[in-house]
């Protein structure tokens, strides 16, 4: 059973850059075929593609947030993070990540809620 | 990218069915077997409900079932039960943007 878990700061300062790792168990993430995936949930709100990254490193970016997040990955440790930069309070948001195949995501992480604050 | 659109709110008494829309257009629902339902409780993450317009993953009830007609795709709840209260999205594949995916805007069903 893959399972995937998020993990890094839940408190980030306006300006700065918030960074997330996401930990996949029970299967490899170079497996062919999937693509490894950022969503967030804004508080009360619905769902947000941020972006997602093959294993071989080819990434695709929502284009409202292109010019601030990095989504990369680490095969060796079986990892996958995303960077989003020059954060502001609009930023704070429940942070998922996904296995996905086309709009499919079978497997999620349970999400951590990230608030940006002074 | 503009959201596909879904009803705000649907609901139903238990032993009822229901059916949740989600319209796009042509570059996305329409044009494409590429559509997914997520059903998300509060404080949880989304599980996936149907995937290619009408397939249901392992574990799924069949209580659920998706379709789709033209730019939009249903997913019908039979049967409702109390646990079916939740939120649902519904996902597709868009050729109208840079980003080849497009959530819906999410439909809070509530059993009466």
Known sequence: QVQLQESGPGLVKPSQTLSLTCTVSGGSISSGGYYWSWIRQHPGKGLEWIGYIYYSGSTYYNPSLKSRVTISVDTSKNQFSLKLSSVTAADTAVYYCARGRGPSSIYWGQGTLVTVSS | ?112
Not at chain 2, 22 to 35: F, Q, R, W
Not at chain 2, 41 to 58: F, Q, T, W
């Open chain 2, 1 to 112: 990218q503009s959201a596909l659109t879904q009803p705000a709110s649907v609901s139903g008494s238990p032993g009822q069915s229901i059916t949740i829309s989600c319209t796009g257009t042509s570059s996305d629902v329409g044009g494409y077997n590429y559509v997914s339902w997520y059903q998300q409780h509060p404080g949880k993450a989304p599980k996936l409900m149907i995937y290619d317009v009408s397939n249901r993953p392992s574990g799924v009830s069949n209580r659920f079932s998706g379709s789709k007609s033209g730019n939009t795709a249903s997913l019908t709840i039979s049967g409702l039960q109390a646990e079916d209260e939740a939120d649902y999205y519904c996902s597709s594949y868009t050729s109208s943007s840079a980003f080849p995916y497009v959530f819906g805007t999410g439909t809070k069903v509530t059993v009466l």
